[in-house]
Structures are given as C-alpha cells and as structure tokens.
C-alpha cells in the first residue's frame, strides 16, 4: 500500500492547518428538497431541526417547483439518464439545442453554448478566445471561477478597485496597446450583493475599443424588470459581448452553465473550450427541467416580482431595527458585524432560533468585514421574514449591537 | 533606493487603499499576509513593476512572499538590477 502513515500525515497536517486557521468548512446535511423550510442535521450525527432557509441561491424558489420536477421527470422517460459521450461525439440531443435556443432567447445574444456548469464555463472561455497579444482586466471582486479562468489563460491580467470606473478607464489607458481588450465583471457581486455599473462599463468599452464580458449568475431570471439580469437593469440588452450564467441558482437550482454572446465567440468556445469538449455535458433530466423554467419565467414575472418585494421588505426591516447592512437592491443582504467571532456566534444563535445563515470572514471576504449573508427567495412568505427577524433582533440585543456604528462594533469585539 | 521604494509605496497606496482606509502603511507592512493586496489583484502591482522598471518578472519569482512588502519588493528588484 502507497498510501503510508508518512503521506498520511502529511494531508492531516494541511488540514490541521485549516483547522487552526478557522475557515474548516463542515456540511451541513440537508434532510427535505431544497425551500424556504428545510430539515437539516448539523453537525453531522445530531438531531434533525426544521429551520427558515435563509442562505440558499434558490432566488426564484424553482428548485422544488411542480411544474420544473414534473418536467424533469419527462426528460428522464423520453431521453434517458446519461448520454454516456462529451457533446461533439455522441453527447448532443435536440433538448440541449433547445436549451441553447431559449437562452440566447432569453438573454437577447447572439448564441449560446451550455457547459456542464458555470464554473466550467469561466474556466474554459478566457482562453479558447484570447490569446497572449490580449489583455483582460477585471473588477478585484469578481468570482473565484474567474480568477482561475484567467489564471489558465495566456492572456496578460490586470484588475481595478471595485466598481471603481474612474480606475478602470486608466486600466483601459495603460493597455490600449493590446489586440483584444476584455473588461470583466460579474453582474450582482455574491459576497455584498451590489450591482456592477454595467452601463458605465459599457460606455468605457466602447469608447476604447474593449469587449465586456458579465458573469450574471447571481443576477440571471430576477434582476431587471422581466428578470433578464443586470444587463437589462442597466439598459444596455445586446451590449455586452460574453455572457456567462448558471441554471445552478433561480434558474431551477439543479446545475449547469453557459457562455451567451457573439455567434463568432460561442463557435470558438464549442471548437476549443476544454470543459466543453472534454466533459459531459448537462444530463437529459436538467435540461428539461431548465427548458420549464425557462417558459416559466418568459411567461410571467410573479416570482421575482415577489421576490423583488420580499427584499424590500428585508433590507428595510433589518435597517429599521438596527442592523448595518450592505446598501443594494439585491436578495443578497449582507449583515455587517465586522468581528468573525461575533459572525459566528450570531449564526449560532440564529440556528438555534430556526434560522439558517452563514456567517462569512477573512479570507472569503476581506479583513474587518465579516458578516452573515442572508438570501431571499421567491419561496418565502412574509411570516417566514418575521420569524427571521425576530430572530435577528433577539440576537442583536445579545451582543448589543442595534443601532451601534460600525466603530462602536469594532471597539468592542474587535474587527 | 528610497525613491524606488517610494514609488512603490505611492503605487500601492493609491492602487490598493480604498479613500475611507484609515490605515497607513509603511515598507515593512504586510500586504499580502495583512489582506491589504489578494493574490489575484497583486498581478496589478506585477504590471506595475513590468512596465515601470523595464523588467520581466517570471511567476516563479513574483510570489506572494516576495510581494509581501515594500521591502520584500525592493529585494526583489535587485535580483533585475533595479537599483
């Protein structure tokens, strides 16, 4: 046996180092399809708990819809379970074409090419489309697909400040030389829950000759008036040149991605993008379901509309109570708290209570800016948001913190 | 040699400090141990220090503890006979 006590311990090591790090992360098992209530066993081997979910993607509550499963079910009887073959093999049936059709539909591009998930699709497109003559410049807070998508291109790498633009044009200045140019940015930022300012972006690319490219996964089938994402929040549908999403989050939940864009792009993508040609594609059972929620959506805007009400109702709630939250018009609504212990031992307390959110610290995000994110969901009702705030407000007075600035809260727990 | 880590101070100060940090740094602060640069916004100072001083930095040498400081930095450079 290879696998001696000596290499053993050399993983144990590693991951003592996490440990002693405190960012260890433990899954919490989940007992119930994924909803606005869910039965969680955490940590692992205790008691099952019925707890408010407050900390899924699950933005459109589609993950567990009649409609979406019974679709699904479709999918598995008339086109099978696996397709056993990468996509320019034997891996392509007609319902993946259609899938491909209705979003480039959806988001108003050129085409569309699907790829086993959007962390797929960032890793592969930067380099099937640049080459060592381009540049890509990216926002600092951009998803950590991104960063490694870049990293395996040849392309030169640069970055500016957050949403930054008076940063960006100067970035666009100092590499105008390059043959391609490629700002990029993700749509609604995971970890604050802000907007890019898309059109401004858009404004920049235009007037130095660069591409935009949008990852719009936390943004797709709820941001904008019909749901079409932060290119349609910011008028500027039909601009942006790659597009890449997830059906991962409101768009059914179960997985899969894809880059939307320029035909030319997309036809590159399917000729040399390594995710897409070295790996199955999405099995028949999601496509199908994704094709419902796509008609779902297209036919109606009542679940982000509720959606869009619930979060209103959130960020002023929690405003009014006392908390310092991150400003924005998204269903991710970060509760500052600063200190990671302190978001720890809210997260605690709010589990305890029934309600389930994760707090987040350095170095997911950075120093001195821990906080609990929490998500909303089309799933939830108003009594879902009350108990939620409650619980909230209870934990608040714990640890005296409601109505406290920001530098209140650091004297006293520290940032 | 302090022109040289001045400039590097000035650039990092002005790239990575947001208006609102209250924080100063010096040469010796650490920037990627101390969250004040991630690594993947460090290739901007990378760029910087390229296009700057006319030298091409492998990415065996442009490593998160070489870039650690200002000071850290400087050594760096004097490997490239940035003096």
């Not at chain 1, 053993?8 to 989940?30: P, S």
């Not at chain 1, 900390?55 to 056993?84: E, F, T, W």
């Not at chain 1, 130095?208 to 949008?214: D, E, I, P, Q, T």
């Not at chain 1, 320029?262 to 040399?272: A, D, N, S, T």
Request: net charge negative.
């Amino acid at each position: 046996m290879a696998f001696q006590d000596n290499i053993r311990d050399i993983f144990k090591k590693e991951l003592n180092g996490i440990r002693d790090d405190g960012i260890f992360k433990a899954e919490r098992i989940i007992c119930a399809p994924q909803s606005s209530e869910i039965e969680v066993e955490f940590p692992a081997g205790s008691g099952k708990k019925n707890v408010i979910n407050m900390c899924a993607n699950n933005y459109l509550g589609l993950s567990s819809h009649p409609d979406v499963i019974k679709a699904a079910h479709q999918g598995l009887d008339h086109r099978g379970y696996g397709m056993s073959s990468v996509r320019f093999i034997c891996g392509t049936q007609d319902i993946h074409k259609e899938l491909e059709g209705k979003l480039t539909k959806f988001l108003g591009t050129e085409d569309t090419i699907l790829f086993p998930s959007c962390m797929d699709a960032n890793a592969g497109v930067f380099e099937a489309i640049l080459s060592d003559e381009d540049i890509m410049i990216a926002d600092r807070l951009v998803h950590a697909s991104i960063v490694d998508g870049m990293r395996l291109c040849k392309a030169q790498r640069d970055t500016y400040k957050h949403s930054n633009m008076v940063h960006l044009e100067e970035k666009l200045k100092l590499h105008q030389k390059a043959r391609l140019k490629v700002i990029i940015t993700d749509g609604s930022f995971s970890m604050d829950g802000d907007l890019a300012k898309l059109d401004k972006i858009v404004e920049l690319a235009e007037k130095y000759g660069a591409m935009v490219f949008l990852d719009d996964s936390h943004a797709s089938g709820f941001i904008g008036k019909t749901g079409r994402g932060t290119q349609e929040y910011c008028d500027v549908v039909g601009k942006i040149d790659i597009i890449t999403t997830t059906l991962g989050k409101a768009l059914g939940g179960a997985s899969g991605g894809c880059v939307s864009g320029r035909k030319e792009i997309v036809e590159l993508c399917r000729q040399k993008a390594r995710p897409y040609l070295f790996s199955n594609t999405i099995p028949p059972v999601v496509v199908s379901g994704a094709i419902k929620v796509l008609d779902i959506i297209s036919k109606t805007t009542e679940r982000r509309d509720k959606l869009e009400k619930n979060t209103i109702f959130w960020r002023k709630s929690l405003t009014e109570a006392g908390f310092i939250i991150k400003d924005g018009e998204t269903p991710i609504v970060p509760v500052m708290l600063f200190n990671a212990k302190l978001s720890q031992d809210i997260a605690k307390d709010l589990y305890d209570d029934g309600i389930y959110a994760v707090g987040f610290f350095f170095p997911v995000v950075p120093k001195g800016q821990a906080r609990i994110r929490t998500q909303l969901s089309a799933a939830h009702d108003i009594f879902h948001l009350e108990k939620a705030l409650d619980a909230f407000v209870k934990a608040g007075k714990k640890y005296d913190i409601l109505g406290k600035s920001k530098k209140e809260i650091i004297e006293r727990y520290g940032d | 040699m302090s022109d040289i880590k001045n400039a590097i101070l000035d650039y990092i100060k002005n790239e990575y400090l947001e208006e609102e940090d209250e924080d100063d740094i010096d040469f010796d602060t650490p920037l990627i141990s101390g969250g004040i640069v991630d690594s993947f916004s460090m290739v901007s100072l990378k760029v910087f220090l390229e296009v700057t001083y006319k030298i091409q930095l492998p990415d065996s040498k442009a490593t998160p503890e070489a870039f650690d400081s200002v000071n850290n930095i400087y050594e760096l450079l004097n490997e490239f006979n940035v003096q």
